[in-house]
């Protein structure tokens, strides 16, 4: 890393660990929409998309999604890079899986890191973070992450801090935490998790970071190994079972980080809560229910200048926690990430006038009451059908699940759908797991499928 690289990140480190402090939520979001005029004025008209927007405010400018970045990639970022380029690029890095290489801009030699989403979805995500965008994300990150004692310890012991990271792919971008105070080592989920539990044993992390469903794996099945310091979950929905697996194991709490394509949302303060990142995004609530409790973000990253992501919908649902937080931070707290506006079931209303939403944070939570039974699950719906699959086909643990959800559904004023048993299907360890989803909506009886 260049002098100057190391200088931003201590920088964004230092802003982000002891600025940013705010007397109330008003002082914040007056802060907030000077720093989204400034980047509206001076980095929003470089990306041909905006260009016609010059001078508009940040409510007048179109909402847009993931199949309209991706269809207009090049019109989106400030290089000139196109869709194909930048996807060349991450495949081939994913085929190889050396990601060490970047994306030479077409209108210049800047470094570029060229990301690419999982996909969970069915259509993946490719995103580009120029090199100071890289230091400046890994500053947030590391002030986000390291608490007091870790930190003492970054600074003043001889060994270096030791973070293990699973993941489906590693990036430069995460090579930009690697240091001489930092060993940061990257563990490839395309092998596999338990090929490398040898060489986590060994190395003795400090920081586990992992997926959800990959931290309940290793807790059930590593044995006996150093105890890390902290775990934090990324990349999947934290299921509450997981979480009180993770935390049993480890006799620690279970951090979040909440980071995708459209950039760094969210992280776990000291105190256990999970904030929005909004010093950073500027996320506009488009609320699901009258209550407000539960919302799709509509994202304006204001800090990032090779690919905008400006007033982009999210499809994931998040769910608010309410009250102020010992940390001292005005962000916005969450309950929860519970999941994406797919993962939501619809049944129709008792009247059968419409259909209603079932988010998956219910039925997780009908579930985990079922004290006696901790099985691994998928539950799928096809229009009138829900289709669940139970480890190990227990028919115990299938008729609890069932009684358990419809008994939550009938209490909601809903129709109970029929179920049908079906095999837990194979997984692989490139996937992220989603147990719960919907590929069909049910119809009404007059034949229309209608929203609540």
Known sequence: MRLSESFSLLSAFA??????????????????????????????????????????????????????????FADFNTHGVTLEQATAVALAAEESRDFSHALQSVVGDRDLTVGLSSGTQ???????????ERTLWAGILLARTLDGPLLRDLVLRRS??????????????????????????????????????????????????????VLAWIADNAGTMPSPRKVISVAEVLEPDDERRIARAFGLPV??????????????????????????????PEWLDTARTRFQPIVTD????????????????LTVLPGACPCGRHTRRLAGITGRMDDVLWLPRRDCT?????????????????????????????????????????????????NAVDETIRRLGMVTPTWRQ????????MAKRRRISCLRKPMLPNGAVIHA
Not at 422 to 429: A, D, N, T, Y
């Open 302 to 317: 204001f800090r990032r200048s090779a690919q905008l992501f400006v007033r982009h919908r999210m499809t994931d649902v």
């Open 255 to 284: 951090h979040q980080l909440y980071q995708c394509t459209e950039g760094f949302l969210g992280y776990t303060c000291d105190h256990g809560a999970l904030h929005l990142n909004e010093e950073f995004v500027h996320v506009e």
């Open 422 to 429: 079906v095999p837990m299907p194979l997984s692989s360890p």
């Open 15 to 72: 802003r982000t660990r002891w600025g940013f402090r705010f007397a109330d939520r008003d002082q914040l979001e007056s802060w907030q929409r000077r720093q989204v005029e400034r980047f509206l004025s001076q980095q929003l008209p470089r990306a041909p998309f905006y260009r016609d927007y010059r001078g508009a405010s940040l409510a007048a400018l179109p909402i847009v999604d993931k199949a309209t970045t991706l269809g207009r």
């Open 354 to 402: 419409a259909l209603a939403p079932l988010f998956p944070d219910i039925v997780r939570h009908a579930i985990v009451l079922q004290r006696q039974l901790h099985p691994d699950y998928r539950l799928c719906q096809r229009g009138e059908t829900f289709e669940l699959a139970v480890e190990g086909g227990d028919a115990a643990a299938f008729n609890a699940i069932v």
């Open 160 to 213: 270096p801090l030791r973070v293990a990271f699973f993941l489906r792919a590693n990036s430069k971008l995460y090579g930009t935490l690697g240091s001489r105070r930092l060993d940061f080592r990257f563990f490839d989920l395309h092998a596999g998790v338990e090929a490398h539990l040898p060489a986590m044993r060994g190395f003795a992390p400090d920081v586990l970071v992992a997926p959800a469903s």
């Open 122 to 132: 069915g259509t993946r995500g490719v995103f580009l973070a120029s090199s100071r």
